[in-house]
Each structure stands twice: as C-alpha cells, then as structure tokens.
C-alpha cells in the first residue's frame, strides 16, 4: 500500500543527491531534473513490489543509472568524459571516444585525419592497423613483426596520445 508520507521522505532525502548524481554524468541540467523525476514516478508506480522497509537507496540509483541511459540514447548524445579509449574502441570504436559539441561538429573522418597528422609514420601505421582496420594485437604482431609485448606498449602510448589530440582538438 502506498505510504504518501514515506514517499515524500524519501523524496526529500534522495533528490537532491540523485540530481548531483545525474548531472555528474550527464552535464546538463534540465535533462538531470527529467531523469530525477522519472526516477521518482518510476518509484510510485512500482511501490508496490518494492521492500520499502530496506534501504531504497540502492534501488533508485538503479533506476537513476537505467534512466541516464535512455536520456543519453533518446539526446543521442554521449556524456560519459570519464570513458577510457579502451572501453570506447570496445563499445563500438574510436568515434564514441569523441565529444561532440551541439553547435560545431567535426566528422569523424576528420578527427582521424588530425589525430593521424600529429603522429609519427611508425604510430600512424599502429594507428591505422587497431583504430581503422580494427586489428586485433596479435594480427598487428604478426604483420608488423615486432613482438606482441612490444605492439601493446606502443599501442598504451598511441592512446595517450590520442587521448592529447582528442582533448586539443575539443578545446
């Protein structure tokens, strides 16, 4: 059964953290205030099933972190400046490393061709064969001829630098 007095206390406990939260991640205001009050309709319309008598906490963080998502998916937009270049090749290549600004926007094509004209020929190739080929290492290994150990500490490097580029580039 719904408790109007316990919703709003713990309304009045979690909001305002939740609205940190959610604008750590997304850098936009209003959009925080959205997700926020999608958490807390979210929360009266599954009340029911939920175990109010334990810490909520847990939960509405969770439903924070689904909300975040389709918030990011439906602004197509990606908000996540913490991301490492690993974890953005993994999740679908370089270009969702990218920032993208809402009133100037660089191709991708064209991140690559500045990021690639800062490099030495020896980076730019490693470059070429992991970021655009989609090499794996070893293949690298094997094409290149250097040794596996010595591909994955010049690929460490290359993603620093690339991680300078990119930075130079959105600034």
Known sequence: MFDEKLFEKIFSKYSEQLYKYCYLKLSNKELS???????FKILYIKWNTIDTETDVRP?????????????????KKYYDNNQSIDQAYEEGGLNRAVSYDEYFYISIEEYYERIQSHLTDEYRQLFVYRFIEKMTIERISETTGIPYSSVRLRLRKLKKRIRMEIRKINN
């Open 33 to 39: 205030e959205e997700v926020v009050n999608d958490v």
């Open 59 to 75: 939960y509405l963080y969770r439903i924070a972190d689904n909300c975040i998502k389709t918030a990011m998916r439906r602004e």
